[in-house]
């Protein structure tokens, strides 16, 4: 597949064969990444081990399939035969843990894409589909799915909502942003959202949180990350009222929800996805190397320092003794945001087409995100902890989550566009099999260049299926221009 105009800078990971090349690699760049050079085998493996939470579900073993973006449902916000297709994939991944599968608007308005799943009364019965299909697929594999544990992350875009069209944003804000609201065309007199609108929101969540334990669902996800609504409210300290400046106020969304869902939705689990750090949003430089897009002391990234480059995680530790006060336990670890510094968020070595060529190794943004997240654990240690960023290791993705899992760093190891290509990973992996080369994402980016150009997302380069569409001509024409 070809890349495109874009020429790496840094070594592609297929290169750094053995653990020697890699560990001189790491020690080159001056990269701390802790890796196991030989892998646990069988039920001894990190990978292999279960988890029981508090409420006494099981969770069976190590391997977590993160949320990401569909963009291929109906215009109501039903699962199309593609979404059921992906997320029959991510059943027989071999992967206890569906943290959500993918992002399911809680209102029309709130969709990112006109094709984004949303959860009300009339898709009830669409959702339970979905589900049955997961635990049946599941089951039929691996013999039965009584330790997997299957969730939903309930989300609304914020300033990145696109409910009506591809191409046209009709963002809700939560206050004004030097950079963002410059970057995506909003005026200086755009509405800001109203304490009351908030308040409106929470219900939505409740209601969408009550049909997803009607569904079947475990547990919902609270979506705090990557810049929407969730998380752009954990950096609302400009905000006036009683969702903005103090930590008591950017939490309360999150605890009227939590309120709502144990008062309406008894025995369901409720989890957080959150960006544990952010920092200020990146642009295009020379040669197409990401630069900083604002200069100065920058105030509105949640877990960054005043530079804004520089992870802080003290306010993100203040939060996450809200999400403990509230006696949560499942919390997934993510950073940034795919819509204005990717690399910090997924680091790859080739960018999607709206993004910028990677201003540092992208190994350096994955042992980032793996510290940030075992400095979160350590902290934090009945948190049950998935971490993420792990797709960009690829041949060396089961050495560095072992050890990460061996030493405690986190309690389980998230994937994402890896499973788009090589769903079966995890059952790769537990049983010991190499792992099969010519399905591992080389992080080409066309899972998202191609929603950003008004297609569906899928794996171009490595899923034989989504070769086949006419996509696939079009984003080969796409990124040769």
Not at 224 to 239: F, I, K, Q, T, V
């Amino acid at each position: 597949m070809s890349t495109g105009k874009y020429k790496p800078q840094f070594p592609r990971i297929a290169q750094l064969k053995t653990a020697e090349q890699f560990r001189n690699h790491l020690k080159e760049q001056e990269i701390k990444l802790g890796f196991d050079e030989e892998l646990i085998p069988g039920n001894d493996s990190p990978f292999a081990k279960g988890h029981q939470l508090r409420s006494g579900k099981k969770i069976g073993n190590s391997f977590c399939i993160l949320p990401m973006e569909g963009w291929d449902g109906t215009t109501d916000g039903k699962p199309s035969e593609l979404t059921k297709r992906r997320w029959e994939n991510f059943a027989i991944s071999g992967a206890k843990l569906l943290w959500g599968c993918e992002a399911v608007a809680v209102r029309h308005e709130g969709r990112a894409n006109p094709n984004q799943l949303l959860m009300n009364d009339s898709n009830l019965k669409d959702f339970e589909g979905l589900y049955q299909l997961v635990e049946k697929s599941h089951a039929s594999r691996f013999g039965g799915a009584e330790d997997l544990m299957t969730g939903l992350q309930l989300t609304h875009s914020g300033r990145f909502c696109k409910p009506n069209s591809k191409t046209k944003m009709e963002p809700k804000i939560l206050y004004r942003h030097p950079v963002l609201d410059k970057k995506f065309g909003i005026s200086e007199d755009y509405p800001i959202m109203s304490d009351g609108d908030l308040d409106e929101l929470v219900e939505d969540y409740v209601r969408a949180a009550v049909l997803s334990q009607k569904a079947g669902f475990q547990f919902v996800d609270i979506k705090h990350c990557h810049g929407y609504l969730g998380h752009e409210l954990l950096s609302a300290y400009d905000r006036s009222g009683i969702y903005g400046q103090s930590m008591e106020n950017r939490s309360r969304f999150l605890r009227e929800i939590v309120a709502g869902i144990r008062a309406e939705a008894t025995g369901l689990e409720i989890g957080v996805r959150m960006s544990i750090f952010d920092w200020m949003p990146f642009q295009k430089g020379p040669e197409e190397i990401g630069i900083p897009a604002f200069e100065g002391d920058y105030k509105f990234a949640f877990g960054a320092n005043q530079s804004g480059k520089e992870t802080d995680l003290s306010e993100p530790f203040s939060f996450l003794e809200e999400l403990k006060k509230l006696d949560i336990e499942l919390l997934c670890t993510t950073a940034g945001s795919p819509y204005y510094n990717p690399h910090i968020q997924r680091p790859a070595l080739f960018p999607p087409s709206d993004g910028y060529m990677p201003p540092e190794d992208p190994l350096m943004g994955v042992a980032r995100q793996i510290e940030a997240t075992a400095e979160v654990k350590k902290a934090f240690p009945n948190f049950f902890v998935v971490g993420s960023a792990y797709s960009y290791l690829q041949e060396w993705l089961p050495n560095v989550g072992q050890e990460v899992l061996r030493r405690g760093k986190a309690d389980s190891v998230g994937l994402g566009r890896m499973v788009l290509s090589y769903p079966e990973l995890p059952a790769d992996i537990l049983a010991g099999e190499q792992m099969k080369r010519g399905k591992i994402c080389r992080t080409f980016s066309d899972c998202t260049t191609a929603p950003r150009n008004g297609m569906i997302s899928g794996c171009f380069p490595l899923d034989p299926f989504y070769k086949k569409m006419e996509e696939f001509t079009l984003l080969k024409e796409l990124k040769s221009v």
